[in-house]
């Protein structure tokens, strides 16, 4: 895709999230819903796009480990190494969130976020200056769509823009593998 389109896109989809709508893009692993991670009646609008409960969380991606600072007070060391070491992306369960929608936070204060490596959801997340919502486009209980000819109609129209980078990319992607860090030094293996 010429790169015009994709600054575009990028322009679009970060205009369309400040105005508190949700966008459907592509990610590290499969296509994600997403919006501005600290605006709440976005982040509502998801959940019933998605018809899920509102106890089951949602990760957040960011562009840059440099950023992460900004939601997690304290940052266990390990998190430096997972990420570094991983092979495929890695979302981390962290304590004591801040900055965050109080949707995409548990009760017990945790909530997942990602550092993303992909170039758009890593320019998306640049561009709109913080971290944006990340979670699968299906309806809950569905399958998640491995590409994007996968999503389902319901969720193409009910998402404010539809990115047009990475479309035709029909290879199959999967989703990331959950750490949860949690004090003392715990470190749980939710998904591998």
């Known amino acids: 895709m010429a790169k015009p389109i994709y600054d575009e896109d990028l322009k679009k989809a970060v205009e ?3 105005q508190g709508g949700i966008i459907l893009y592509p990610t590290d692993t499969i296509w994600g819903i997403g919006c501005d991670a600290a605006n709440s009646q976005a982040v509502r609008r998801i959940f019933e796009l998605k018809r899920r409960s509102d106890s089951k969380s949602m990760l957040s991606l960011l562009d840059s480990d440099a950023k992460l600072g900004y939601y997690v007070p ?10 570094d070491m991983s092979e495929k992306p890695v979302t981390i369960i962290y304590d004591n ?3 965050l929608a109080p949707e995409l936070v548990a009760q017990d204060g945790s909530a997942g976020i990602r550092i993303t490596r992909e170039s758009f959801s890593r320019d998306l997340c640049a561009r709109l200056g913080g971290a944006v919502v990340s979670t699968s486009a299906n309806i809950s209980g569905e399958p998640s769509p491995q590409c994007f000819a996968e999503v389902s109609k319901q969720i193409l129209e ?3 823009y539809v990115v047009a980078y990475r479309q035709d990319d029909n290879s199959k992607a999967s989703a990331s593998s959950i750490v949860k860090l949690g004090s003392g030094g715990l470190v749980k293996v939710i998904r591998e």
Request: aromatic fraction near 6%; proline fraction near 5%; avoid cysteine.
């Open 97 to 99: 969130v801040r900055h």
């Open 74 to 83: 304290d940052i266990p060391d390990v998190a430096y190494d997972l990420m």
């Open 158 to 160: 009910g998402v404010d």
């Open 16 to 18: 369309v999230m400040r």
